[in-house]
């Protein structure tokens, strides 16, 4: 704006003084000086008018630069919030995956330490298996008895099927009357 009237002033002093022109004649007599303050006045309109319309154009790229460096400032805002937030991401994750290597760790120990027991556990069966076998000398009487429980056995695996077999018998029955009762 401060351009705009300068150029208005320096255009008006320009029009309202009287300077020697073209149009003046070498012996200091001149001619009509309307005419030539009227195409003055015009080309300082004119070049008013383009002062104006290149003031506008300056006014709008000015506003349309404020507007894109805010733009700017707001993504570099939402770009540095996205980074840092990735980064807090990415060490939550660093240390979930450094707690389940450690658990991992934990349970592998465990599993070979469990694996380790069984196996001694096994071997100490299988020897005990061997050391403890009895065998126990047969006598006359050993004989006699061993051969008494298994004719017992025997007798015991016939009463055993023969009250099975009344068992059955006395569920057909009663399914029997209950299907007479009705």
Known sequence: EKILSKTKEVLNELLFTKTPTSSQQLDGSSEDTASTSLILLKSVEAASSENSDLFNSVC????????????????????????????????????????????????????????????????????????????????PDNLKILMEMEKLKEKLLIKSQELQFCEMQKGKLRTYAEDLEE
Do not use: F, P, W
């Open 60 to 139: 709008k790229a000015n506003s349309l630069r404020d507007t894109i460096d805010a733009k700017v400032l707001i993504s570099e805002q939402i770009s540095g919030e996205c980074a840092r937030k990735e980064e807090e991401i990415l060490g939550e994750l660093d240390e979930q995956i450094n707690d389940l290597k450690y658990l991992l760790e934990k349970k592998v120990n465990r599993t070979n330490l469990l694996n380790a027991k069984s196996r001694d556990l096994e071997d100490h069966h299988a020897k005990m298996n061997r050391e403890c076998t009895l065998l126990l000398q047969l006598s």
